[in-house]
T-cell receptor, first 117, second 114 residues
Framework: GAVVSQHPSRVICKSGTSVKIECRSL??????MFWYRQFPKKSLMLMAT?????????EQGVEKDKFLINHASLTLSTLTVTSAHPEDSSFYIC?????????????FGDGTRLSIL | AQSVTQPDIHITVSEGASLELRCNYS??????LFWYVQSPGQGLQLLLK??????LVQGIKGFEAEFKRSQSSFNLRKPSVHWSDAAEYFC????????????FGTGTRLQVTL
């Protein structure tokens, strides 16, 4: 149980285009999902916390207008990288948890490798 | 703010040898503690977690970790490493509960020689 699906797994696109990444909890409801970014051979850096039905909470230094997050349902959160440029190339990973109070850890998707040409 | 330190960037062990990966955290109280493993180009898989109770926790794939409050440590161990254990290992903490954001260490890359 507790499977998180992330799609697509890899994206290659031209500079200036927008890219949408989906994160789905397949067998549980997730009121909270998280989006991380991982640079090569580096750790994961939290970008934002996505809450169902409300605005996402962004970490300091993360551009809200660049990285749009939508959490429209209890099983889906999306991250849209708008007007992507080569410096946005990275590995993006989402996570979700069934929720606080149940001692359920976060479960991660398999990540999306974004390459901007 | 909380922080996590993994002192070893890269560790190489022979197959069959024992393994210990170090993790230290900085936080005023006892956080929620996790170890995750990441294979190249993949997401993270939870190995084990500590919330409270018995300070020695067992995880998947034969891994265990021991929480030592006095040392603010949560080291990961395995008695006998297999070649398939080669991966990146991340220690992480959460403060207010399992639904709160994770703070990750910088990771330890494990290489296993045959």
């Amino acid at each position: 149980g507790a499977v998180v699906s992330q799609h697509p797994s890899r994206v290659i696109c031209k500079s200036g285009t927008s890219v949408k990444i989906e994160c789905r909890s397949l067998d549980f409801q997730a009121t909270t999902m998280f989006w991380y970014r991982q640079f090569p051979k580096k750790s994961l850096m939290l970008m934002a916390t996505s809450n169902e039905g409300s605005k996402a909470t962004y970490e300091q230094g993360v551009e809200k207008d660049k990285f749009l997050i939508n959490h429209a349902s209890l099983t889906l959160s999306t991250l849209t990288v708008t007007s992507a440029h080569p410096e946005d190339s990275s590995f993006y990973i989402c996570s979700a948890t069934p929720g606080q109070g149940r001692n359920q850890p976060q479960h991660f998707g398999d990540g999306t490798r974004l390459s901007i040409l | 703010a909380q922080s996590v330190t993994q002192p070893d960037i890269h560790i190489t062990v022979s197959e069959g040898a024992s393994l210990e990966l170090r993790c230290n955290y900085s936080y005023g109280a006892t956080p929620y503690l996790f170890w995750y493993v990441q294979s190249p180009g993949q997401g993270l898989q939870l190995l084990l977690k500590y919330f409270s109770g018995d300070t020695l926790v067992q995880g998947i794939k034969g891994f265990e970790a021991e929480f030592k409050r006095s040392q603010s440590s949560f080291n990961l161990r395995k008695p006998s490493v297999h070649w398939s254990d080669a991966a990146e290992y991340f220690c992480a903490v959460a403060i207010t509960g399992t639904a709160s954001k994770l703070t990750f260490g910088t990771g330890t890359r494990l290489q296993v020689t045959l």
